[in-house]
Every structure is written in structure tokens, then in C-alpha cells.
């Protein structure tokens, strides 16, 4: 994707794993550095897809090299990563942003417009998905990913509800197990979010179910969806609903192909963007420590069942 | 079967239409303190209107009274009518209170007069088809189910829903639905954890989220919504370790007429209608003195779910339930 797009000139790839990184190079016709701190010496911005635990180690050398970064969610595995990684940004000058796409998905746009125009009244409670596939690799490793499906898919919804409402997130209760076969780590959780602050939607409430609920033959990948309640309105929200499907005659499966637009894409173009005119808008490394923050109340209160205030790191 | 129905207003004309299907029943008066809905009740079955149960009683020879009372009169009628030796159909819930409930339990407890509760989503066929699934291990160990319920605000007698201490607000009249559901189809619940409106002072408004843990391992999503400003809906997703399961009331479109005002309660254009079948069920039990699909005791344990969620919403606090009767 990278590759394709007309503001990036895509100079190369770094990965610990030199067959897996030399492969993708060639693939994509870049050039591959087997280290990551002579990549950073040759270009202004990086995408760190690295696993969460890892993301700190990657992130802070290319911030204190003057390049500009767009980390993949979570953030990191720990707030005091994250902490250090802000901090970097903050002493070098240059950008981190959260990888969080589904803000440029134009239907989740446009629900932003609409409640900020008050066409709900005053917001109430939002109920929210973001169900997927069970991921494979690092993702099912504890140590790597920091959890499991709360981790990997709370944060999402969490950063939509801060952008689009202008709260923080107070407090959180969290049923969290395992079903559906990720083994070692968590797949399955309902989260209620207490939220405070903004103009509109003050004490209102929230729930996430980030579970990787979705089987190998579901038809798609998974989903973000979320309705919005409020006084004088509902708000459904499912950007992805809007699929081609196609019944393969001989297996009878399913399968539902997304055809609008790339939100990654749209999220790259908008990190480039704001690298070539100086513009930090967008999701900045606060936001992803910020939802961070939710996952790990999430954590503590799937432990000891009782809901759990969202520590905020200064 | 002699029935005399109470309660004229929004499910009692519900119930009444469903009896008009059921041959083995004659509906021979329908009380109500508004005449008007007396008169227009009682004509949906070609009874006779009465102002009250009482002139009612004394007037007909009935062998079932069906009470589609507000919530909070079901014990004092439910416990006349057993004194005076009649079977009993409750709409849901059972009662306002845990001790209400009780009261109406013991009073039909251990004699041949019957108690039934109409907690109908039993005899929804797209839910009942989910529980056969369910119970034939289809979808192998559940583990994430969601339920979503939201109805436009009904203006009742005195607006009665509108008064929490009647009506127990969307919890107890609503989303009892659904938790009844979840205990027959994956048994009894081990904590609760709601957020709603109870406090927050709307008026003709509530809303409530909730978390089921359920004693099986299971964790359950609850959606509903009082004052939805769109026609009645419904809808159920249960995921398990082998396979998920849909069902979505605004999805059917097996027969549509687009023509003004969207219909309350969804019609999937089958035979019968779930209340038929339901009060069809009660009727045959009664005839037969089989045990019915939902039992008295359920009723209470849909109560006490929607008590326990409800003091979660004032709490804030999850709540342990204990002592299942």
C-alpha cells in the first residue's frame, strides 16, 4: 500500500527476521536494511508494525533520529512504554501517531458530524463491536502482545469514543475468558466503560466486546460497529456493511469482500500529510496511551470483578 | 375454557386477539376501569365488558383469570383470584417485588388451581430454534451471546410504565424477556453487571447494558431500550466454540406491506402468533395438568435477575445472585 501511494517514496523495510524482512523487500521492490538504525537514517517517517511489546525498542531511536512515527495499536504493552515513547516525540520534535484507521472510515466520519451536531440530543450510552478472527503468531503470546483480545481490540472502540464524544474514559468493568480456542490468552470479554467530561455526553455509559468471536468460515473478518443512544436519536453505525458476497458454488462458503474505501490507506495518506506540512493532527501517541490505560483497568477488573478507575498517566 | 381477562390495555388486547384464535377458549368477560377499553376489549372475542374484576366474577362463571394488570397490582388480584379457586395467568413479570412474587408462588402452591406466567419469548420460533440448537450441541460450549430489545415508550394507564416503582422501568418489563431466555437456554446466572437510566430523571426513557456471567462459564450482552424512536425490534446473536447463530427481527422480509405506520410488534407472517401459542400452551396445561414450558419458579428467577441488575444500575457495583430456588 505504501508503494502505491503518490506522497510516499517507499525506501525500505527492517525486520529482526532477515528472510521474512529480505522477502517482503523484494516483494515489493525496496530495499532491505538489517538493522532498523540504518533505515531511520534514510528516511523522515516510519510505520512500526513490530509486536506490542517491541513497539518502544522501534518507536524511541527513530523519534531521537528525527524521524516522524505511525505506531500500530496498542501503543505499546505497558503505560510505561508508552510514557517513554510520548516523552521521546515530545523531546525530538517529532511526530507519533497511533495507528487508529477507523476514524477515516467515511461513515465513521460522518457519525462524528452527526453527534457533534446534536441530531441525538444529549448522548446516553453507546454499545460497541470490534469481533474478529483469532489472529495467529504473536498475538496469542501473552509475553508479546501484552493480552489478548481485550488488547488487541478494546482500544479501537475506546479511541472512537474519545474522539467522537470528547470524554475520558472513568472507570471499567470487565467480564473477560476464554472460548474460542486462543489458547493461553484471552478471546472473549464484554467491557462497560463509564464516561466523563465533553459538553455532551457527560456521564454517559458504554460497553465493547472486543472478543474473537468470529470462526474460521465466517464470511469476513470481523467487525466495527456501534450505536450511539441518545435523547432525541439512535445512530447505527457499521462502516464495513457494505460488502460484495460471494457464494462459492462448490464449497457453498460465503465470503464478504469490503469494496469501499481502504482505511488504511486513508490513514497513511493523512501521517504523510501531516509529516510534509508540520501538522501533529490525528491520533497522537496520548490517544493510544489513553485507551491503553482502558485495557489495562479492563484487565484488573476481569480479575477481581469489580469495576476499576482508569489510572490517567500524567 | 371459561377465561376472564383484566386489564384492557396494550397486551391485554394483545392476549385477546391471540384468544380469538384458540377454539378451546371462550373469553366470556374482560374487565377494565376505563370502560371505553372494557367495551373495546371485549369486543375483539364477543365478551362482555365489565368495570371491574370483581363485578366481573360475580357476574361470570369463570374457570381461568388472565391479568394483564400494571405490574404492581399482579399480587393483590393474582391472590384473590386464588381464593376464589381460579387458575391464573399472569403477564410478565411475575410481580414488582421478590416478596410480591413469593406471596403469589405460595398461594398457588401445593392446590389444583394453576399459576402460569407469560414470559412469551419462549414461544418465539426463531428463539426456540436457537435453544434446540443449543441443546442439540451445535454450537458446541457457548461463550459470548448478545441480546438486543428496544420498544417505542407505551403510554399506559396512568402512564404507568413511566413510574418506576410500577413498572420496575425497562429491566423489569422489558429485558426480563431476554433474561428468562438466557436462564432457560444456558441456566442459572452468577453475576450481573448493569449500567442504565434509573436515577438520571428522563422522562419516558430508559436504557440499560448489561453483562450476564453465567454459571457455565457464558458471558452475556443485554441490550434494551424503552423510548426507541423506531418500531419495536428485536435480536439475538449466540456465539460457541463450533458455531454462531443470528437472528435479527428486522431482517425477515417474508412479507411486506409498506403503508403508513410501521407495525409494534413485528408480524414474521407465521401461522400462529407466539402469545397464541403461549396462552394456548398455558390453556392446554391447565386441561391436562401438564407442567408448562415456563413454571412459576422460573418467573421468579427472571425477577430476581432483573431485581439484581437493577441495583446494579443504582450501585454501580456488580451483583453475586445467590440463594436459586
Known amino acids: 500500500m505504501l508503494g502505491d501511494l503518490d506522497a510516499a517514496d517507499f525506501v525500505g ?31 523522515e517517517a516510519v510505520v512500526v508494525c513490530s509486536e506490542n511489546k517491541n513497539h518502544a525498542r522501534d518507536v524511541i531511536p527513530a523519534l531521537q533520529g528525527g524521524v516522524h512515527v505511525l505506531c500500530e495499536k496498542p501503543i505499546s504493552a505497558t503505560v510505561e512504554d508508552a510514557r517513554a515513547m510520548i516523552q521521546a516525540s515530545e523531546n525530538s ?74 470524554v475520558e474514559v472513568k472507570s471499567v468493568y470487565a467480564e473477560v475468558d476464554s472460548f474460542f480456542g486462543a489458547g493461553e490468552t484471552d478471546d472473549a470479554a464484554i467491557l462497560t466503560l463509564e464516561l466523563e467530561g465533553g459538553s455532551f455526553a457527560d456521564g454517559a455509559f458504554a460497553t465493547i466486546d472486543p ?44 465470503s464478504w469482500s469490503y469494496i469501499k474505501e481502504d482505511m488504511n490507506a486513508l490513514m497513511l495518506v493523512d501521517f504523510l500529510r501531516g509529516v510534509a506540512e508540520d501538522d501533529p493532527s490525528g491520533a497522537s501517541g496520548l490517544d493510544g496511551l489513553r485507551t491503553l490505560e482502558v485495557v489495562l483497568a479492563a484487565y484488573r477488573s476481569g480479575e477481581e470483578h469489580e469495576p476499576k478507575k482508569v489510572e490517567q498517566t500524567p | 375454557m371459561r377465561v376472564g381477562l383484566v386489564g384492557a390495555g396494550f397486551m391485554g388486547s394483545v392476549h385477546l386477539n391471540a384468544y380469538a384464535g384458540i377454539p378451546e377458549v371462550e373469553v366470556v368477560g374482560v374487565a377494565d376501569t376505563r370502560i371505553e377499553a ?42 384473590r383470584a386464588a381464593g376464589e379457586g381460579k387458575h391464573v395467568i399472569l403477564e410478565k413479570p411475575i410481580a414488582r417485588t421478590m416478596k410480591d412474587a413469593q406471596e403469589i408462588v405460595e398461594v398457588f402452591s401445593g392446590e389444583d388451581r394453576r399459576l402460569f406466567v407469560g414470559h412469551v419469548v419462549r414461544f418465539f420460533p426463531e ?34 410504565y413511566a413510574d418506576w416503582r410500577v413498572s420496575g422501568g425497562v429491566l423489569l418489563d422489558l429485558v426480563i424477556h431476554d433474561f428468562d431466555y438466557l436462564r432457560w437456554t444456558l441456566g442459572e446466572v452468577e453475576r450481573v453487571y448493569a449500567r442504565g437510566m434509573l436515577g438520571r430523571e428522563y422522562n419516558r426513557l430508559d436504557y440499560v447494558l448489561a453483562t450476564l456471567r453465567f454459571e457455565s462459564g457464558a458471558i452475556a450482552h443485554v441490550e434494551g431500550h424503552w423510548g426507541y424512536p423506531g418500531p419495536f425490534n428485536y435480536s439475538i446473536e449466540v456465539v460457541g466454540s463450533d458455531a454462531l447463530l443470528a437472528v435479527d427481527s428486522t431482517e425477515p422480509a417474508s ?40 413454571q412459576a419458579k422460573d418467573a421468579c428467577e427472571a425477577l430476581r435477575i432483573g431485581l439484581a441488575a437493577t441495583e446494579s444500575v443504582l450501585t454501580g457495583e456488580p451483583v453475586t445472585l445467590g440463594g436459586r430456588a
Not at chain 1, 529482526?16 to 538493522?35: H, I, K, P, S, T
Not at chain 2, 408480524?267 to 398455558?282: I, M, Q, R, T, V
Open chain 2, 127 to 160: 428463539y426456540l430454534g436457537i435453544k434446540e440448537k443449543i441443546d442439540a450441541g451445535d454450537l458446541g460450549t457457548v461463550g459470548v451471546v448478545r441480546t438486543c430489545r428496544r420498544s417505542p415508550f407505551l403510554l399506559g394507564w396512568n402512564d404507568w
Open chain 1, 93 to 166: 520534535g517529532s511526530q507519533l501517531r497511533t495507528a487508529f484507521p477507523v476514524r477515516y472510515l467515511p461513515p465513521v466520519a460522518r457519525a462524528r458530524e452527526i453527534v457533534r451536531d446534536g441530531a441525538l440530543g444529549r448522548v446516553l450510552a453507546v454499545s460497541g463491536t470490534n469481533r474478529g478472527k483469532i489472529p495467529g503468531g504473536w498475538f496469542l503470546d501473552p509475553e508479546l502482545a501484552g493480552g489478548g483480545a481485550v488488547m488487541d481490540h478494546t482500544v479501537h472502540l475506546a479511541d472512537l469514543l474519545r474522539w467522537m464524544l470528547d
Open chain 2, 255 to 294: 412479507l411486506q406491506l409498506i403503508s403508513g405506520a410501521p407495525e409494534e410488534i413485528p408480524d414474521l407472517a407465521s401461522g400462529k402468533s407466539p402469545y397464541e401459542n403461549e396462552l394456548e400452551h398455558f390453556i392446554h396445561c391447565i386441561a391436562t395438568g401438564e407442567e408448562p414450558i415456563v
Open chain 1, 13 to 43: 523495510i527492517t525486520d529482526e527476521d532477515a528472510d521474512r524482512g529480505a522477502e517482503a523487500a523484494e516483494q515489493y521492490g525496496v530495499r532491505f536494511f538489517d538493522n532498523a538504525a540504518s533505515l531511520f537514517e534514510e528516511v
Open chain 2, 38 to 79: 372494557a367495551l373495546a376489549g371485549a369486543e375483539i372475542v364477543g365478551a362482555r365488558p365489565y368495570a371491574s374484576y370483581e363485578e366481573l366474577v360475580a357476574a361470570e362463571d369463570i374457570e381461568v383469570v388472565d391479568v394483564c394488570l400494571p405490574t404492581a397490582f399482579h399480587r393483590d388480584l393474582a391472590v
Open chain 1, 211 to 254: 472478543s474473537w468471536s468470529r470462526g474460521e468460515g465466517y464470511p469476513t473478518w470481523g467487525d466495527v460497529t456501534f450505536r450511539i443512544s441518545g435523547t432525541s436519536g439512535v445512530l447505527d453505525v457499521d462502516p464495513f456493511a457494505q460488502p460484495l458476497r460471494t457464494f462459492h458454488h462448490e464449497t457453498g462458503a460465503p
